[in-house]
């Protein structure tokens, strides 16, 4: 059975020892709305309760209190916050919680709670070999895709004013990572601009440089226009970008945006075969390294359907096939650097599809999209070309409320994440704007943001702000969407190009487990995604050389939430510039005879790091 140590706390006749095999979800900047009336008394600790008081192991349990006039708090020995807060906690076995506060004058208080717990289900049982081999996660696997006038508009022009929430909300990303970020920028609007503004490219070199200055920075994908039909104009493009980027920040240039969708969007006639594209993108390669010679290399062919499964995307032309992108890599074999594809999605009730709440927590969600990109996949390493999705949403047509939004959104994307990092894709960014046609805000996106007015106008996007948007002096930072924890928990799971493991799972529910091994010390980090609405219960985790773990879990209150959700104890809500907000901490546990054990809590996920 784990033990944990917490050696601030007192040995009592209850199990105290378990105090951090419990879930810390520190709301440490207040749970919002109005606090009860707190009670006369004379102590600084006006209230600590837990609800409920009787659980079984793996069930959550909230923690709340009311501190006034402390010099300082902590809960176990781990620092809180005064005033009225709270903290999400799931104990593997009966536990009794301190709570001590540190007057003005010195003198400690403390109040306690006792959670009284049964023994729980059997959930998981996770064995691994630790010195197996498997692949390593790639540099800059995770990324961004933006269109190039949302891109304008979050990152902010240097002659306006720059987005610093953006920067930081990346740092976040690279800094759990280790290493550097993807941002893969075109989309719909590449095969629209017939120039590359000055100012788009001054937003790029600012921000590049902003972050190479306190991190590993980001590399750019970025897509120059190959549906206007006029090669000279992608040439222009490059030649700018080329000119006005250093070296290192750009990684390709990706020709066109979904040439699959040529003739349905009108770009080419009815009767434009695949022969006609792959001429004119022999062309188009030929014309743009004239213009930059010695430049970077190319991506693409950047299709957005798949043929197999045509009813789960747009209208497919017959261009995206494993055949034909086989075609492909034999003709532009030395010019094709990096194949990119984007990536399939289900259909939501703007396109015609039923998604209802829960539709990402399938195992369909993410195994569908696996087995559409395989054959491209395969197609692309058969030639030893490197493969990336760089455009994945969570649901067609942009997303859709309730689904998109919510905390579901999380687990899916951390998930999806791994599936195709095990299966060897080489990157997956994900599509993040700030406005779109169908619902206002983007629900896709991992962050949202409230811009000034003068940026808008120079963004050059054509698409109206949502009704009540407002329009700061200086950005604001609306809202971090869940989508950016499952994201920020993969980052921290395969941080280091972590070597990527095979993992045997037992379990009767919806959970998955991950592992993937840190060179940096050893420490073998195993993710445990529950996915399952109402599963909870203890998770038996089998790996031998291993002394202790540390457990850093990903909560929120409900699947259907758009707040409170909290990584590590630590949340963006209410962060005013993409800092976290609460106190970073992780739960310590021992194994018995080579056994750790977790309580894993229905609709969650955490990351186990083991050290030897």
């Given at each position: 059975?784990?033990?944990?140590?917490?050696?601030?706390?007192?040995?009592?006749?209850?199990?105290?020892?378990?105090?951090?095999?419990?879930?810390?979800?520190?709301?440490?900047?207040?749970?919002?709305?109005?606090?009860?009336?707190?009670?006369?008394?004379?102590?600084?600790?006006?209230?600590?309760?837990?609800?409920?008081?009787?659980?079984?192991?793996?069930?959550?349990?909230?923690?709340?209190?009311?501190?006034q006039g402390a010099r300082s708090v902590s809960l176990g020995?781990?620092?809180?916050?005064?005033?009225?807060?709270?903290?999400?906690?799931?104990?593997?076995?009966?536990?009794?919680?301190?709570?001590?506060?540190?007057?003005?004058?010195?003198?400690?208080?403390?109040?306690?709670?006792?959670?009284?717990?049964?023994?729980?289900?059997?959930?998981?049982?996770?064995?691994?070999?630790?010195?197996?081999?498997?692949?390593?996660?790639?540099?800059?696997?995770?990324?961004?895709?933006?269109?190039?006038?949302?891109?304008?508009?979050?990152?902010?022009?240097?002659?306006?004013?720059?987005?610093?929430?953006?920067?930081?909300?990346?740092?976040?990303?690279?800094?759990?990572?280790?290493?550097?970020?993807?941002?893969?920028?075109?989309?719909?609007?590449?095969?629209?601009?017939?120039?590359?503004?000055?100012?788009?490219?001054?937003?790029?070199?600012?921000?590049?440089?902003?972050?190479?200055?306190?991190?590993?920075?980001?590399?750019?994908?970025?897509?120059?226009?190959?549906?206007?039909?006029?090669?000279?104009?992608?040439?222009?493009?490059?030649?700018?970008?080329?000119?006005?980027?250093?070296?290192?920040?750009?990684?390709?240039?990706?020709?066109?945006?979904?040439?699959?969708?040529?003739?349905?969007?009108?770009?080419?006639?009815?009767?434009?075969?695949?022969?006609?594209?792959?001429?004119?993108?022999?062309?188009?390669?030929?014309?743009?390294?004239?213009?930059?010679?010695?430049?970077?290399?190319?991506?693409?062919?950047?299709?957005?359907?798949?043929?197999?499964?045509?009813?789960?995307?747009?209208?497919?032309?017959?261009?995206?096939?494993?055949?034909?992108?086989?075609?492909?890599?034999?003709?532009?074999?030395?010019?094709?650097?990096?194949?990119?594809?984007?990536?399939?999605?289900?259909?939501?009730?703007?396109?015609?599809?039923?998604?209802?709440?829960?539709?990402?927590?399938?195992?369909?969600?993410?195994?569908?999209?696996?087995?559409?990109?395989?054959?491209?996949?395969?197609?692309?390493?058969?030639?030893?070309?490197?493969?990336?999705?760089?455009?994945?949403?969570?649901?067609?047509?942009?997303?859709?409320?309730?689904?998109?939004?919510?905390?579901?959104?999380?687990?899916?994307?951390?998930?999806?994440?791994?599936?195709?990092?095990?299966?060897?894709?080489?990157?997956?960014?994900?599509?993040?704007?700030?406005?779109?046609?169908?619902?206002?805000?983007?629900?896709?996106?991992?962050?949202?943001?409230?811009?000034?007015?003068?940026?808008?106008?120079?963004?050059?996007?054509?698409?109206?702000?949502?009704?009540?948007?407002?329009?700061?002096?200086?950005?604001?930072?609306?809202?971090?969407?869940?989508?950016?924890?499952?994201?920020?928990?993969?980052?921290?799971?395969?941080?280091?190009?972590?070597?990527?493991?095979?993992?045997?799972?037992?379990?009767?529910?919806?959970?998955?487990?991950?592992?993937?091994?840190?060179?940096?010390?050893?420490?073998?980090?195993?993710?445990?995604?529950?996915?399952?609405?109402?599963?909870?219960?203890?998770?038996?985790?089998?790996?031998?050389?291993?002394?202790?773990?540390?457990?850093?879990?990903?909560?929120?209150?409900?699947?259907?939430?758009?707040?409170?959700?909290?990584f590590g104890g630590q949340t963006l809500d209410g962060s005013?510039?993409?800092?976290?907000?609460?106190?970073?901490?992780?739960?310590?546990?021992?194994?018995?005879?080579?056994?750790?054990?977790?309580?894993?809590?229905?609709?969650?996920?955490?990351?186990?790091?083991?050290?030897?």
């Amino acid at each position: 059975m784990s033990r944990t140590s917490v050696p601030t706390c007192r040995t009592r006749p209850v199990h105290w020892s378990y105090l951090f095999t419990a879930s810390l979800m520190l709301w440490l900047v207040g749970c919002g709305g109005n606090p009860p009336a707190p009670a006369e008394s004379e102590d600084v600790i006006q209230a600590f309760t837990a609800t409920p008081q009787s659980v079984t192991a793996g069930e959550q349990v909230l923690l709340s209190w009311q501190v006034q006039g402390a010099r300082s708090v902590s809960l176990g020995g781990i620092e809180a916050a005064p005033g009225w807060s709270m903290a999400q906690v799931a104990p593997l076995q009966t536990t009794r919680y301190e709570l001590t506060a540190v007057t003005a004058d010195g003198r400690n208080v403390t109040r306690e709670v006792t959670v009284e717990v049964q023994p729980g289900p059997t959930l998981a049982s996770v064995t691994l070999d630790p010195s197996a081999n498997g692949l390593r996660t790639p540099e800059a696997f995770l990324g961004l895709s933006h269109d190039w006038s949302q891109a304008q508009l979050m990152l902010g022009d240097p002659g306006v004013g720059v987005n610093m929430a953006y920067r930081q909300l990346l740092i976040n990303l690279i800094d759990r990572s280790g290493g550097p970020l993807t941002l893969r920028i075109g989309g719909r609007d590449t095969d629209r601009d017939v120039s590359a503004p000055a100012s788009r490219i001054a937003a790029l070199n600012r921000l590049h440089e902003d972050l190479i200055l306190v991190s590993p920075g980001v590399r750019y994908i970025l897509g120059l226009n190959m549906g206007s039909g006029m090669p000279g104009v992608a040439a222009q493009q490059a030649r700018a970008l080329q000119t006005g980027l250093p070296p290192e920040a750009i990684k390709a240039f990706e020709l066109g945006n979904q040439p699959d969708f040529f003739i349905p969007n009108e770009k080419r006639p009815r009767d434009y075969t695949f022969e006609e594209y792959l001429s004119e993108y022999r062309f188009y390669a030929d014309t743009v390294r004239q213009a930059t010679p010695g430049g970077p290399p190319f991506a693409g062919p950047a299709m957005g359907g798949f043929i197999s499964e045509p009813s789960r995307t747009a209208a497919v032309t017959g261009f995206s096939t494993p055949e034909n992108l086989g075609r492909m890599l034999t003709q532009e074999f030395n010019s094709l650097a990096l194949v990119t594809h984007h990536g399939p999605s289900s259909g939501t009730a703007a396109c015609a599809g039923n998604a209802r709440p829960g539709h990402l927590l399938r195992p369909a969600s993410v195994q569908e999209g696996i087995d559409d990109t395989l054959p491209f996949l395969r197609t692309a390493q058969a030639a030893a070309k490197p493969y990336r999705v760089v455009e994945m949403n969570s649901l067609l047509c942009n997303g859709q409320p309730g689904i998109s939004d919510t905390f579901e959104s999380a687990l899916w994307v951390a998930d999806a994440l791994f599936e195709y990092a095990y299966n060897g894709v080489q990157g997956v960014d994900l599509y993040s704007g700030l406005w779109n046609s169908q619902h206002g805000w983007d629900l896709r996106s991992p962050f949202l943001f409230d811009v000034p007015a003068r940026q808008y106008q120079v963004s050059g996007l054509n698409i109206e702000p949502p009704a009540g948007t407002r329009f700061p002096a200086q950005y604001e930072l609306r809202k971090v969407m869940p989508l950016y924890y499952g994201m920020l928990m993969f980052a921290e799971a395969t941080r280091n190009r972590a070597e990527l493991l095979p993992v045997s799972l037992a379990t009767d529910a919806n959970v998955k487990a991950w592992a993937a091994r840190d060179d940096e010390g050893g420490r073998l980090r195993i993710t445990l995604i529950n996915k399952d609405p109402r599963a909870s219960g203890v998770v038996r985790v089998s790996v031998p050389g291993y002394r202790t773990a540390e457990v850093r879990r990903l909560l929120a209150p409900s699947l259907g939430a758009t707040e409170g959700i909290s990584f590590g104890g630590q949340t963006l809500d209410g962060s005013a510039d993409g800092s976290f907000l609460g106190v970073n901490h992780s739960e310590r546990v021992l194994p018995q005879d080579g056994i750790f054990e977790v309580a894993l809590s229905a609709a969650s996920a955490m990351v186990v790091t083991l050290t030897p």
